[in-house]
């Protein structure tokens, strides 16, 4: 069970667009339409942003998706925003078990 | 509107058990699967374990198998974690969560956590 992979930092201009990529294998992202993307502010529970893939529950905004190719999950926010200044978490079903990745945090310049 | 509320957190001796609960209202809890969650202080999320709606599939990560047990209560609208054999690294904020259906794939809903630490 090792955590999937992301990148430790990635900062974007307000009005510009990033994308935070998620590695994991063949047993968890890459054979299950199950990655999930999450939004923590300090001091705060996460939040579900991104579901099976590119799902978004109700009430987060359509600037905010998620896609998948083999092993790779991303999650793409556009139109940067301040309040999307956050540590975002991708999250991947692997049949037994769940698992995270490491966190990226997110800096709008 | 869905509300989780974890309790039973607090300082606990390494080799010592502790047992989390979690009270869930404003939706069918029989119906969801639910989860644990934890956060060490100042680190990332890590899926601790999960039950399926009917208690039948039970999944732990690899860090606490053998340590931890997951149960609930559906007449209770209640979740539980037994931790026995405590060690420093469990010491974290846990979350209980609610899943988005029955079995266990994806945390949806969370609560705001109950901190545990482990130390002498």
């Known amino acids: 069970q090792s955590a999937l992979t992301q990148p430790r930092s990635v900062s974007g201009s307000p009005g510009q667009s990033v994308t935070i990529s998620c590695t994991g294998t063949?047993?968890?992202?890459?054979?299950?339409?199950?990655v999930s993307w999450y939004q923590q502010h300090p001091g705060k529970a996460p939040k579900l942003m991104i579901y099976?893939?590119?799902k978004r529950p109700s009430g987060v905004p359509d600037r905010f998706s998620g896609s998948k190719s083999g092993n790779t999950a991303s999650l793409t926010i556009s139109g940067l925003q301040a309040e999307d200044e956050a540590d975002y978490y991708c999250?991947?079903?692997?049949?037994?078990?769940?698992?995270f990745g490491g966190g990226t945090k997110l800096t709008v310049l | 509107e869905v509300q989780l509320v974890e309790s039973g957190g607090g300082l606990v001796q390494p080799g010592r058990s502790l047992r989390l609960s979690c009270a869930a209202s404003g939706f069918t809890f029989d119906d969801y699967a639910m989860h644990w969650v934890r956060q060490a202080p100042g680190k990332g999320l890590e899926w601790v374990s999960g039950i399926s709606w009917n208690s039948g599939s039970i999944g732990y990560a690899d860090s606490v198998k053998g340590r931890f047990t997951i149960s609930r209560d559906n007449a209770k609208n209640s979740l539980y974690l037994q931790m026995n054999s405590l060690r420093a690294e469990d010491t974290a904020l846990y979350y209980c969560?609610?899943?988005?259906?029955?079995?266990?794939?994806?945390?949806?809903?969370w609560g705001q956590g109950t901190l545990v630490t482990v130390s002498s």
């Open positions: 099976d893939v590119s």
């Open positions: 063949s047993s968890d992202v890459g054979g299950y339409n199950y």
């Open positions: 969560a609610k899943d988005l259906g029955p079995r266990v794939v994806v945390t949806a809903t």
């Open positions: 999250c991947s079903y692997a049949g037994s078990y769940t698992l």
